[in-house]
Nanobody
């Protein structure tokens, strides 16, 4: 059983930056593929970024490509999402997810999910 705890969210002005962290416990972190998702009010959860076990492969939603960077530190059991050039439309609750299966950007409810951290970008 893997537990995921996100942190680093907050309020930031448009054009600013935030770095989200997701700390994992209870599993062998290096064997999991990891992802970040977000859900804005009234909208469905959407994929943001994913990273493979060895960090050899990453994937991004078109809406964040070039602005966000996903990374992981297997020694610290932590995955990060560096968010630059933030826009008001990036406002959402951000969730990290972990799965032992490599499916690229596809994670489902059967995978492990954190409780989320709020990111609010003001214009």
């Amino acid at each position: 059983q893997v537990q995921l705890v996100e942190s680093g969210g907050g309020l930031v002005q448009a054009g600013g930056s935030l770095r989200l962290s997701c700390a994992a416990s209870g599993g062998t972190f290096s064997t999991y593929n990891l992802g970040w998702f977000r859900q804005a009010p009234g909208k469905e959860r959407e994929f943001v970024a994913a990273i493979s076990r060895s960090a050899g492969s990453t994937d991004y939603a078109d809406s964040v490509k070039g602005r966000f960077t996903i990374s992981r530190d297997n020694a610290k059991n932590t995955v990060y999402l560096q968010m630059n050039s933030l826009k008001p439309e990036d406002t959402a609750v951000y969730y990290c997810a972990a799965t032992p299966y490599y499916r690229g950007r596809y994670f489902d409810d059967g995978d492990y999910w954190g409780q989320g951290t709020q990111v609010t970008v003001s214009s």
